[in-house]
Protein backbone atom coordinates (compact mmCIF):
# COMPACT_ATOMS: atom_id res chain seq x y z
CA UNK A 1 0.00 0.00 0.00
CA UNK A 2 3.00 2.60 1.27
CA UNK A 3 4.85 1.25 -1.59
CA UNK A 4 1.87 1.60 -4.41
CA UNK A 5 1.55 5.33 -2.97
CA UNK A 6 5.16 6.15 -2.90
CA UNK A 7 5.69 4.54 -6.85
CA UNK A 8 2.44 7.04 -8.15
CA UNK A 9 3.98 9.89 -5.81
CA UNK A 10 7.65 9.09 -7.94
CA UNK A 11 6.58 8.76 -11.48
CA UNK A 12 4.11 12.00 -10.84
CA UNK A 13 7.29 14.19 -9.86
CA UNK A 14 9.10 12.19 -12.66
CA UNK A 15 6.53 13.51 -15.39
CA UNK A 16 8.26 17.64 -14.28
CA UNK A 17 11.89 16.71 -12.90
CA UNK A 18 13.71 14.20 -15.32
CA UNK A 19 17.18 12.94 -14.78
CA UNK A 20 17.55 13.10 -11.02
CA UNK A 21 15.76 10.11 -9.84
CA UNK A 22 18.05 9.90 -6.96
CA UNK A 23 17.18 13.03 -5.64
CA UNK A 24 13.72 12.14 -6.00
CA UNK A 25 14.37 8.83 -3.96
CA UNK A 26 15.80 10.59 -1.12
CA UNK A 27 13.10 13.35 -0.98
CA UNK A 28 10.51 10.87 -0.96
CA UNK A 29 12.40 8.77 1.76
CA UNK A 30 12.28 11.80 3.48
CA UNK A 31 8.79 12.24 3.03
CA UNK A 32 7.73 8.75 4.04
CA UNK A 33 9.73 8.81 7.09
CA UNK A 34 8.18 12.16 8.28
CA UNK A 35 11.65 14.19 8.09
CA UNK A 36 12.73 17.02 7.12
CA UNK A 37 14.78 17.91 4.06
CA UNK A 38 17.59 20.31 2.69
CA UNK A 39 18.07 20.86 -0.64
CA UNK A 40 21.19 22.70 -1.40
CA UNK A 41 22.62 22.75 -5.33
CA UNK A 42 23.67 25.59 -7.14
CA UNK A 43 21.81 27.79 -8.58
CA UNK A 44 19.10 26.38 -12.11
CA UNK A 45 19.37 22.64 -10.66
CA UNK A 46 15.32 22.41 -10.17
CA UNK A 47 15.41 22.66 -6.26
CA UNK A 48 12.27 24.62 -6.37
CA UNK A 49 10.74 22.99 -9.04
CA UNK A 50 11.14 19.95 -6.83
CA UNK A 51 9.45 20.95 -3.97
CA UNK A 52 6.66 22.40 -5.97
CA UNK A 53 6.22 19.21 -7.73
CA UNK A 54 6.49 17.60 -4.05
CA UNK A 55 3.34 19.44 -2.98
CA UNK A 56 1.32 19.94 -6.18
CA UNK A 57 1.58 15.65 -5.77
CA UNK A 58 0.91 15.39 -2.01
CA UNK A 59 -2.08 17.91 -2.12
CA UNK A 60 -0.39 20.78 -0.37
CA UNK A 61 0.35 23.95 -0.20
CA UNK A 62 3.49 25.44 -1.44
CA UNK A 63 5.38 28.50 0.04
CA UNK A 64 8.89 30.05 -0.79
CA UNK A 65 10.84 31.83 1.64
CA UNK A 66 13.87 33.88 0.18
CA UNK A 67 16.90 34.30 2.99
CA UNK A 68 17.94 37.86 2.91
CA UNK A 69 20.35 39.28 5.38
CA UNK A 70 17.43 41.28 6.37
CA UNK A 71 14.86 38.99 6.97
CA UNK A 72 13.22 39.04 10.12
CA UNK A 73 11.42 36.24 11.97
CA UNK A 74 8.26 37.55 11.95
CA UNK A 75 8.70 37.66 8.20
CA UNK A 76 8.95 33.58 7.99
CA UNK A 77 6.40 32.90 10.91
CA UNK A 78 3.87 35.53 10.93
CA UNK A 79 3.15 38.67 13.11
CA UNK A 80 0.16 39.82 15.13
CA UNK A 81 -0.37 43.38 13.81
CA UNK A 82 -2.90 46.58 15.19
CA UNK A 83 -5.81 46.76 13.23
CA UNK A 84 -6.74 50.20 14.11
CA UNK A 85 -10.32 49.91 12.28
CA UNK A 86 -11.13 47.01 14.99
CA UNK A 87 -9.03 48.29 17.52
CA UNK A 88 -7.80 44.58 18.00
CA UNK A 89 -4.44 42.61 17.18
CA UNK A 90 -4.90 40.46 14.36
CA UNK A 91 -2.07 37.46 12.88
CA UNK A 92 -0.72 37.28 9.73
CA UNK A 93 0.50 34.05 9.71
CA UNK A 94 3.70 33.94 7.69
CA UNK A 95 5.26 31.46 4.74
CA UNK A 96 6.08 28.60 7.18
CA UNK A 97 2.45 28.27 8.47
CA UNK A 98 1.22 26.96 5.26
Known amino acids: ?3 DAAKKLRENIQKVIVGKD ?3 NLTLVAVLCEGHLLLEDVPGIGKTTL ?3 LAASL ?3 YRR ?3 T ?3 LPS ?3 GLNWFNQKKQEFVYRPGPVMS
Open 75 to 77: DVT
Open 51 to 53: ARA
Open 22 to 24: EVI
Open 1 to 3: MIA
Open 59 to 61: GAT
Open 65 to 67: IQF
Open 69 to 71: PDL
